[in-house]
């Protein structure tokens, strides 16, 4: 039996055991890992396993956002305990969906800057200007978490 089956088959159980309503595995190597939270949220993970016995996760939904890698299976499955206990907490907040349309918005910003970056010649002060526009939102963000109550 491939190690990486193994692993894999460790870690779905664990996720079912959080409430992972649905789990798929591709060749032994990727793994979709779906929760329902209810009202139509869900928060997904994909987990890699290298032929290393490494681990790349990442978050899918509600937005994409890349984890990193992990050295063995227990470390996914500590991170996605926190991670899902958090989104769960998270979901009954006012603000949810908002806080998922901003993080959507950035997500396609960056596509937007790589799109810039791999096919247009962008001038050099127009460019600076974006970044100084994108430092003021940095520091609206520290902001918000300086006036932010911790859950």
């Not at 994909?46 to 490494?54: E, G, L, Q």
């Not at 499955?77 to 901003?102: G, L, M, Y």
Request: aromatic share 10%.
């Amino acid at each position: 039996m491939n190690e990486n089956t193994i692993s894999g088959d460790l870690i779905g159980v664990a996720l079912r055991q959080l409430g992972a309503t649905s789990i798929k595995e591709v060749h032994s190597m990727m793994h979709i890992a779906n929760f329902d939270l209810g009202g139509g949220v869900e928060v997904s993970y994909v987990f890699n396993i290298t032929k290393d016995s490494r681990y790349f996760l990442q978050r899918m939904r509600p937005y994409p956002l890349p984890q990193g890698k992990f050295s063995d299976a227990q470390e996914i499955i500590d991170f996605i305990t926190v991670d899902i206990a958090a989104f769960r907490n998270a979901h009954n907040s006012k603000n949810f969906p908002r806080f998922v349309q901003v993080n959507d918005r950035m997500g396609q910003l960056v596509g937007q800057l790589e799109d810039l970056f791999l096919h247009y010649n962008v001038d050099g002060d127009a460019l600076a200007a974006f970044h100084n526009e994108l430092e003021k939102l940095v520091g609206a963000a520290e902001t918000l978490r300086g006036q932010a109550k911790p859950l």
